[in-house]
């Protein structure tokens, strides 16, 4: 099956996120990966737990949709106002701080290197999977509940997309805390 447009762009993004943590944040010390620029700042690995929180609710979320999914029978994925909203709210090149839930927010936690980078990865291996699967399905059924009011949902697409999105975000975070790092460094 032919990949469109859509999943190339999510999946080069997907493997980009797993790359970048791979060479750049890996090679990092974990002192380093944990050092926070303010208090209420996220450290690198607070960048990547909050990845994994969001990983651990919505692929599997994910997974049913896709496994119940009926096949594409339309446009490939058609954005609703939601969906539009909850991209807007992780647009990844806006550095504006949003509220996090308390238990979406690793803030103050103790993090270890190995557990958290090793998760990211497996987080992005099974997203890779999942994007693989929903090719060919319809990606328009409302069907993934949004993380803290279940009643709402996203379509599968919109999720997707979210889920990539977010990423990208939060590692452009972690990158910004990374550069910190150097200008820290250096002084």
């Known amino acids: 099956m032919e990949i469109t447009p859509f999943f190339q762009q999510l999946r080069t993004a997907t493997e980009q996120a797993r790359r970048t943590v791979q060479t750049t944040f890996a090679a990092l010390d974990e002192p380093l990966l944990n050092y926070k620029p303010g208090p209420e700042q996220w450290s690198i690995l607070e960048c990547l737990e909050h990845l994994n929180r969001y990983s651990r609710y919505y692929h599997p979320q994910l997974s049913k949709a896709v496994a119940s999914a009926s096949a594409a029978t339309g446009p490939e994925v058609v954005f609703g106002w939601l969906g539009r909203k909850s991209l807007e709210s992780v647009k990844p090149n806006d550095a504006r701080r949003h509220k996090t839930l308390r238990h979406m927010n690793p803030n103050n936690s103790r993090l270890r ?19 693989t699967a929903a090719r060919g399905i319809n990606l ?48």
């Not at 997707?160 to 910190?180: M, W």
Request: no cysteine.
């Open 113 to 131: 290197k190995e557990a958290v980078l090793s998760e990211f990865a497996e987080h992005q291996t099974q997203l890779l999977e999942l994007l």
């Open 140 to 187: 328009n059924r409302k069907v993934v509940p949004i993380e803290f009011f279940k009643l709402l949902k996203l379509t599968t697409g919109e999720t997707l997309q979210f889920l990539v999105d977010h990423t990208q975000r939060h590692l452009q975070q972690a990158e910004r805390v990374r550069q910190g790092l150097r200008v820290e460094l250096a002084v």
